[in-house]
């Protein structure tokens, strides 16, 4: 586990091994604890949308003694086939997670980075981080228990705009392919059910009408319905 | 409603009105909120137009991080504010006035610029900002960009042996905004061999 002054610590160092800038979004609990709403977490989640900046830091990480953790299946194992593949760095008892443009199959959208609320500056490494709205639909895509946690946690400490995450949810349908209402529909039912978040009733349904009419003209065009959900 | 539930339903930018208004209270008790969400961390408070009280609330306290970034020095020491869509932190150094001036330009955004012409009233160290703009090769659009606060802002004079070595620079890039000019400054333009985007009605909003 590492707290936000250790992390900082190292986003710093990074920054001076840099050479040239290079800059990523934080998301998940790393991008959480930058809001004050958790206070470790696991592992640093980092997604680069060019590729120079993701060699850069996975170079700067391996000279302040990471190493890059080569078995990464049982963890990643939908992104076998695929383009831009997420590498795991290790090392002082923290994991590095670098993806390049997607996330578990959501792809990082021009409307995530209009959203952007925060941009911190550590030498040549610039971090932005994703809004709530964006963490949550991230959270999402996995199935982890602590998923649940930050995400039920982030409901009931900010004020969560549903309108935002139902219109990504939609988008990422229309550039990966993936039924993403249908996912979100399954995760937001879970959180307010076992997990007792407040998410507004009207918020749910809505998602599970957009979700079945999603599936229903998948099915009738007889696409194939992608779930890479994981 | 408790305090955190209160802080959650006004997150974002408010003023004194707004409050009032969206949790149906007076305007004196609005104020005595935000004086309690303020010892609590949750208020920053900035200034608008006519010196309208803007309260940016938070519904948790952020971990206090970095040093300021470039829009919080701007609106610190320029009379002419930016609004920032991000909040920016600097982390391992502060931000100077020097090096503030020089990542304005970098942005190439017309109102950023237009805002931090008001910070070469505050420089402290001339050489400084030489050195910056030598480093990022933007010698000639700071002068340029100083010469043009000059004609509406009371700024300081440069040193002259800074001045020179501004005019030394390289000319790169003649635009300081992508594809803006305009047909004031020829003077200017011409000594520094740039591009001047602003006309000088932008520059109006220092003498307002």
Partial sequence: MINITDQNELFKLIGTKLDEKASCLA????????????????????VF???????????ALYEIG????KNIKPIFAHYDIAKDKPIMMEGMDTRFDLFLNEVIGFRISSSIIDRIKEVHEFGNLIVKIIS????????????????????ASLIEKFNIEWGVIIKESMHQTEIGGDIFPVFLFDFLYELKESFKAKIPKEIIEKIMKIGEKIMIEKIKSGKHIAVKKF | MDLQNIAKSLEGLQTVDTIAKRLGISRRTAINLIWILRKKGLVETGYGKRKIRLYRIRAIKK?????????????????????????HRIHGHKLTIEEAIIRAIEEEDFRTIL???????????????LKFAKKEKLTRKVGALYDVARTAIKVKRIDKRIRK????GTVGDKYIVKKIRSAD???????WNVFIPFNKADLGVYKE
Avoid: H
């Avoid at chain 1, 709530?132 to 995400?151: M, N, Q, S, V, W």
């Fill in chain 1, 132 to 151: 709530p709205e964006d963490i949550i639909l991230l959270k999402c895509a996995t199935e982890r228990e602590k998923d649940r946690d930050d995400a």
């Fill in chain 1, 66 to 69: 990471f190493d890059e953790r």
């Fill in chain 2, 115 to 129: 805002t931090a012409l008001g910070l070469f009233n505050k420089i402290k160290d001339w050489s400084r900002l």
């Fill in chain 1, 27 to 46: 998301i998940g609990g790393s991008a959480m604890m930058f809001y004050g709403a958790k206070t470790e977490t696991k592992d640093v989640d980092l």
């Fill in chain 2, 63 to 87: 971990p206090d991080i970095g040093f300021k970034g470039l829009y919080d020095i701007i609106n610190e020491n320029s009379k002419v504010k930016v609004f920032a869509k991000e909040q």
């Fill in chain 2, 185 to 191: 400054f020829k003077d200017i333009e011409k000594e």
């Fill in chain 1, 49 to 59: 949308l060019d590729k120079k900046s993701f060699n850069l830091v996975k170079k």
């Fill in chain 2, 165 to 168: 070595a501004l005019l030394k």
